[in-house]
């Protein structure tokens, strides 16, 4: 009896330490969750809804689009324009901006083709034009969005005067890194002038008015 009553006090002294030995180790993984850093966001606007009052005009430039054609800010004119600057791989911002532009553009009806909807890479050493043509027909916006990649030096000089900022974080073991990218969509009227801004997640209703009153005033 006395063999079987130390073996009993054995057993619950080893599960007493498991116990403590659990407990220590969620504790750790607990703080080091509480601790760790917040992870990337989007530069959000501080408002849905800026008017740039004067219009502000947009400087020149050449970029490649997803064909592989030189494409330059100049083939803008003449129609109002919706950029936002994001980059293919990323996981949700940007494919959700893009089909949002696709539903806006549909929304337009016949006044569909009188909008230019342009996405600006800011990861131009991945983004190759056929990989965001790759992207664009994942997506399905292929025939809705003009797509646009090129050097980020010059991507971020492009974006300067939109205040456009992007940071890449830190590779993992594959060298796979996302973006942490300005979230916002720049309009432009049909003199390539900056004229609006909107914060990512504006209601659709809100940016086809906003359209729908530019082309009726021929802006």
């Known amino acids: 009896m006395p063999a079987k009553s130390s073996s009993n006090v054995l057993l619950f002294a080893v599960v007493a330490v498991l116990i403590v030995a659990i407990a220590a180790v969620a504790g750790f993984i607990l703080l080091r969750e509480l ?3 917040p992870p990337p966001t989007p530069f959000l606007a501080a408002s849905d809804v800026v008017v740039i009052d004067p219009p502000q005009p947009t400087d020149d430039w050449t970029l490649t689009d997803s064909s592989g054609q030189p494409f330059s800010a100049a083939q803008l004119n003449g129609k109002p324009s919706v950029l936002f600057f994001g980059f293919a791989n990323c996981p949700d ?11 806006v553009r549909r929304a337009l009806g016949d006044d569909a083709d009188r909008v230019n909807f342009v996405f600006i890479s800011v990861d131009g050493n991945r983004d190759t034009p056929e990989f965001l043509r790759f992207r664009l027909e994942q997506l399905g916006v ?8 090129g050097d980020p030096d010059l991507v971020r000089q492009i974006g300067r005067p939109f205040s456009v900022d992007f940071v890449y974080s830190a590779p993992n073991e594959s060298g796979f890194y996302l973006v942490d990218h300005t979230a916002s969509y720049f309009v432009l009227d049909s003199q390539r ?21 530019m082309l009726a005033t021929g802006a």
């Open 193 to 213: 002038r900056w004229v609006q801004r909107f914060a990512f997640g504006t209601d659709r209703v809100t940016i086809l008015e906003a359209l729908q009153a």
């Open 35 to 37: 601790n760790a850093p």
């Open 93 to 103: 911002i940007c494919p959700l901006t893009l089909r949002e532009f696709q539903r």
């Open 142 to 149: 292929t025939e809705d969005i003009i797509a646009l990649t």
